[in-house]
């Protein structure tokens, strides 16, 4: 059998397993804290840990005492100052709000603040995305796979101890001491036999070297079969590995933003930081998901990751040249057999005349068969345009994979992001 001992060296004055448990203790309490600092971030601030606060009255802990506690009627013997039934004085200087506990205030002006530690990158975005996964994704069969997963491929005789057979080399060992001891066994019973046969002679026929030579013959033979040993080298059987061809989770998902001139400033970083928290999800929760950024206004173009954020280009509106760009990409690069697919939208729902309807077209002929999800957010305070209308018709004909919400300020975009990519209850394991 194997062990692994972890001897990594903790920081200096931490015990990861402590906090790992103080984490999971307090955990309503931190997710709390980090959605406000979501909220509260610019776009370039997300990646950083954050300080987190905890009330001190929620951290505190019950005491245990020794002694009998709870109400007694009995007085200690020896005393000279009470008698039972006698009520007991509170002594001077407690009680009656004149101390200075945890957190109240006092005429020393001395108290206990809330408890304060600070969260690191990788802990806080585990709280930003507790919860969170991409729906309905599915496992892909690939024809070029560079997945594999090593299988057990029947038995060997070498191998390392971890992967050692017990059952089969106890099998081995027990049918290699029957055949080893089966001749000797026979060869003990004959000399057993006959050293009977001529014991049981009349003593002047009985041949005594004959005895003697017998007598030797049988110890040898038991020597023998105690030699035979209860396992060998040669019985030890070991699991064969075999690497497998494993079907793929591949995915990409397609940011489409909507840069035109009717998107404000504000609007804009609205959309940018619902695209950074998506972007910080599928990095840390998914190894294998592609992204391809889309921009369009009049136009689509497919574009960087930095240029996708801090481009500043602008112009009118037709939300179908980014619906027609994602088709050709995905005929072209990620065909629907072997990849899951997804799209997230952001716009601010203005479309130029007639265009939404292309939109709906689109994707209820085209899009949406082929696709595992489809994530818009329109990003307006205002009523509701032509895009989220027709949007409102796909959404109907794909409930399970068209999903469709509002964004009004900053304040939404966390809650709304939780929202689309919650764990769905048939996905959980």
Avoid at 178 to 206: F, S, T, Y
Avoid at 282 to 303: G, I, N, P, Q, S
Wanted: with cysteine.
């Amino acid at each position: 059998m194997t062990y692994f001992i972890d001897r990594r060296p903790n920081a200096k004055h931490k015990s990861a397993v402590n906090r790992q448990r103080f984490l999971e203790r307090y955990r309503k309490h931190i997710k709390r804290s980090v959605e406000e600092a979501v909220n509260r971030r610019s776009i370039t601030d997300m990646e950083r840990g954050e300080k987190v606060s905890i009330p001190t009255k929620d951290i505190s802990e019950p005491v245990f005492q020794h002694g009998p506690g709870g109400a007694r009627e009995i007085v200690s013997p020896g005393n000279k100052e009470f008698l039972a039934g006698d009520k007991i004085h509170r002594p001077p200087g407690q009680g009656g709000g004149s101390g200075s506990g945890e957190g109240s205030a006092s005429n020393q002006g001395e108290g206990t603040d809330e408890f304060a530690f600070t969260l690191s990158r990788e802990e806080f975005l585990e709280f930003v995305f507790d919860g969170l996964e991409l729906p309905h994704l599915q496992r892909k069969p690939l024809k070029s796979l560079q997945e594999i997963k090593m299988v057990r491929a029947g038995l060997a005789r070498d191998g390392v101890p971890s992967r050692i057979s017990i059952t089969r080399s106890m099998r081995e060992a027990y049918a290699r001491r029957i055949a080893m001891r089966a001749p000797i066994k026979r060869a003990l019973r004959e000399a057993q036999q006959a050293l009977e046969a001529e014991e049981r002679k009349d003593p002047v026929l009985r041949n005594p070297a004959r005895i003697t030579e017998l007598k030797a013959e049988i110890e040898r033979l038991e020597k023998r079969i105690e030699a035979v040993p209860f396992i060998d080298t040669y019985d030890l059987r070991y699991h064969q590995l075999a690497a497998q061809p494993q079907p793929s989770s591949q995915a990409v998902m397609f940011c489409v933003m909507d840069v035109s001139g009717s998107m404000t400033q504000n609007h804009k970083d609205i959309a940018k930081r619902f695209f950074l928290l998506l972007y910080l999800f599928l990095e840390k929760h998914y190894e294998k998901v592609e992204l391809v950024f889309v921009r369009h206004h009049t136009a689509a173009r497919e574009v960087s990751e930095e240029e996708f954020f801090y481009s500043r280009e602008t112009g009118g509106t037709i939300v179908s040249s980014a619906l027609t760009l994602v088709k050709k990409i995905i005929d072209k690069r990620y065909p629907p057999e072997q990849w899951n697919l997804y799209v997230a939208q952001a716009s601010d729902g203005d479309n130029w005349d007639d265009d939404s309807n292309v939109c709906r077209d689109l994707l209820v002929k085209q899009l949406m068969p082929q696709l595992q999800y489809y994530a818009y957010v329109e990003i307006t305070p205002h009523d509701h345009q032509s895009l989220w209308q027709e949007y409102e018709t796909v959404a109907a004909r794909f409930p399970e994979q068209f999903a469709m919400r509002q964004i009004i300020d900053a304040g939404d975009i966390y809650p709304v992001f939780r929202e689309l990519f919650k764990r769905r209850l048939s996905q959980q394991h």
